[in-house]
């Protein structure tokens, strides 16, 4: 393995914390990748990584390195494409993560892009889980929500306005709600990031303070696809983008209730982290991403 491949390998370890996951990550056997750091440290003369049996860790030296090392692979990936002008000369893999709403929406314009650039390989993540965008190797993410990471560069794209909606099954059994009132005969399902915390309840804007209203409920998800489907069965009411069910309200499988008493908009934006070189084929997939994602958002 050459030096090149080498400081890739230390940095895939130092971010996954494991020889294991690094050596998955890029197709290597795990003593491939193990080799690879002990030739890296014999020939820096110094060690890179503590290890131990659950997991290796930075040394101060091996901080250093690894922050100059992402440096340098970043220049040196940006130095491959820079005479490059043509489209089809852009190749590569491409990791990406998003929820598996928006990415129904981008798997659906994905051909295109592929189509202008035939060299390029997408790895596409679809979880509701927050990835680690450093840790796990992604060059960029699309988050919906609010936003904690403050050591990703963020870049805003608009904001999904939000639809109460409910299966015309569910109507006809529970009736249409006319007021905030009449949601305490009203199920809700409930949508929280991890299992066990306790929902809000539904949610509206009075002026520019948002409130809940708590409701009873029979079901608790921590996906958005089981959160649609569990509306489409009729099992409660759903506050949802409306980008994302509006196909359905238009086929009468779900019906707008409420549309007075409107969620929060969600702000949509697009991470990735702070390098000082981004690659040529980053940059065209996510001005290409912007593209398909921007028509369907409020900019409000």
Request: net charge neutral; proline share 4%; aromatic share 6%.
């Amino acid at each position: 393995m050459n030096r090149i491949e080498a400081m890739h390998t230390f940095v895939r370890v130092a971010e996954l914390t494991s020889f294991t996951k690094a050596a998955d990550s890029l197709g290597l056997p795990k003593a491939s990748a193990s080799t690879a750091v002990q030739q890296l440290e014999a020939q820096l003369g110094t060690q890179l990584l503590h290890r131990t049996t659950r997991k290796v860790q930075l040394t101060q030296d091996g901080q250093r390195y690894y922050e100059r090392c992402k440096d340098v692979l970043a220049d040196l990936d940006e130095l491959g494409s820079m005479f490059q002008q043509a489209p089809q000369t852009l190749s590569g893999r491409l990791r990406v993560d998003m929820n598996s709403g928006v990415a129904r929406r981008v798997l659906a314009q994905l051909p295109h892009f592929l189509r202008e650039h035939p060299h390029i390989q997408v790895e596409l993540s679809c979880t509701d889980r927050r990835v680690d965008v450093v840790a796990e190797g992604f060059d960029c993410v699309v988050r919906v929500g609010t936003l904690t990471d403050s050591s990703l560069i963020v870049r805003s794209l608009g904001h999904y306005r939000i639809a109460n909606c409910a299966s015309p099954a569910y109507l006809q059994q529970h009736g249409v709600p006319q007021t905030l009132e009449d949601l305490a005969h009203h199920h809700l399902i409930h949508y929280v990031s991890t299992l066990g915390q306790r929902p809000p309840g539904f949610e509206y804007m009075d002026g520019s303070a948002c409130r809940y209203v708590t409701m009873q409920g029979v079901l608790t998800v921590n996906s958005i696809e089981a959160y649609e489907s569990g509306c489409l069965a009729g099992l409660g009411i759903v506050q949802s983008p409306r980008a994302g069910v509006l196909h359905l309200i238009k086929a009468g499988q779900l019906v707008e209730v409420l549309p007075q008493y409107h969620a929060e908009p969600m702000p949509v934006s697009l991470l990735y982290a702070q390098r000082r070189n981004i690659s040529a084929r980053v940059q065209v997939f996510m001005a290409w991403l912007t593209s398909v994602l921007v028509p369907y958002l409020d900019h409000a």
